[in-house]
């Protein structure tokens, strides 16, 4: 591409980048937003990351993250700029995969550490090995991040068939709900054939005009299946399990964030935890962590997991604890709740150090 040319993309990334902070009110700093300018790939800059962790986009095709997350991501990445290897991190958030995903976590773990003045390198020995080296004064740790794959989970697919055949039948219900300026969240418990959806959306739009706002009904299509509907700014209701949502786009080139006040109607779907494949994850980590020592023979390390139901994940990381490598000291837990699952002779200084990675 000619440079005139570049520098005119450029500088249309920056007038895009710069409306659309003053539409959704972020808070970026000029010269963080001139850095993500110049350095970061397009889709990080045109506004069309939607705010729901870890949806599926089914315009896009892509994986996408919060509002919040996007904002604290260019932050960090300025913040980081000196920092070895953060070139490489900025290349994985323009790939198109669930690897942008992955290494905004990486990402948000170092930062934390940067900001509480621990020295920071990304990948130190090499591919295969942990993501990060942290430093302190007296302290030195590597750490490897993995995060859960909800995609992954047997159900996903049957649940995203059903879910959208329901979304797909409820326009009438969802513009009497957006003529109310109210939305609505149904609920079940397992996953059903699609010639169930008709009769679950004919009963919801018979008996939605007796529904208190509010208040939790039962569904007679699908046993076991309820409704709520909620005044449209409200927290959501049905915070875990698989959703599903569809967000309208009223306006050509104006971003829509998706936060519940823009999902008349969200499917929600009972998923327990595939708590295999987070041991799975686990193990990995802890491979990875065995393998530095053969570069650093003294190397100790954590792990960092984010994953949902952090209880039953605790649980399971806790009794599966003594099969990971001898140099991993703890495995943090991120979730609803964050633990620290530590080795019974961790110290008290090093296991403050290790809660930075659970912080919020």
């Not at 300025?78 to 995969?97: F, K, N, P, T």
């Not at 139901?309 to 709740?337: M, Q, W, Y």
């Amino acid at each position: 591409m000619p440079e005139n040319e570049l520098d005119l993309r450029r500088a249309d990334d920056r007038a895009r980048l710069s409306g659309f902070q003053t539409a959704h009110g972020l808070a970026l700093k000029p010269a963080e937003a001139e850095f993500a300018a110049s350095k970061f790939h397009e889709n990080w800059l045109v506004g069309q990351w939607p705010p729901v962790l870890d949806l599926w986009s089914s315009i896009s095709g892509n994986l996408v993250i919060p509002l919040a997350t996007w904002v604290e991501i260019i932050a960090s990445v300025y913040e980081m700029r000196d920092v070895a290897g953060i070139e490489e991190q900025m290349r994985r958030l323009g790939i198109a995969s669930h690897e942008p995903l992955d290494t905004e976590l990486v990402i948000r773990i170092a930062s934390k550490y940067h900001r509480a003045g621990y020295k920071v390198t990304f990948e130190p020995n090499g591919e295969g090995c942990s993501d990060l080296s942290i430093r302190g004064r007296d302290f030195h740790l590597y750490s490897e991040v993995k995060r859960e794959n909800r995609l992954e989970h047997k159900r996903f697919k049957s649940v995203r068939r059903a879910s959208q055949t329901v979304l797909n039948t409820s326009r009438e219900i969802l513009r009497w709900l957006e003529d109310r300026d109210l939305r609505m969240e149904i609920w079940f418990s397992r996953s059903f054939p699609d010639n169930v959806a008709g009769s679950i959306v004919q009963e919801i739009r018979t008996r939605i005009h007796s529904f208190k706002v509010g208040r939790e009904q039962d569904l007679q299509a699908v046993p076991g299946s309820r409704c709520i509907i909620l005044p449209r700014f409200d927290p959501e209701f049905y915070r875990l399990g698989i959703r599903a949502t569809q967000v309208e786009i009223k306006q050509t080139g104006v971003p829509v964030q998706l936060a519940v006040h823009n999902m008349p109607i969200v499917v929600a779907f009972d998923a327990g935890p595939n708590l295999r494949a987070l041991m799975q994850r686990v193990r990995k980590a802890g491979k990875q962590l065995k393998k530095d020592s053969l570069k650093d023979p003294n190397a100790e390390g954590f792990i960092v997991v984010e994953t949902s139901h952090g209880e039953l994940a605790k649980n399971t990381i806790a009794e599966n604890f003594e099969n990971l490598p001898p140099n991993c000291i703890a495995v943090i837990v991120r979730s609803d709740v964050s633990t620290v699952v530590a080795r019974e002779n961790v110290s008290a200084e090093t296991f403050k150090a290790l809660s930075i990675a659970g912080a919020r």
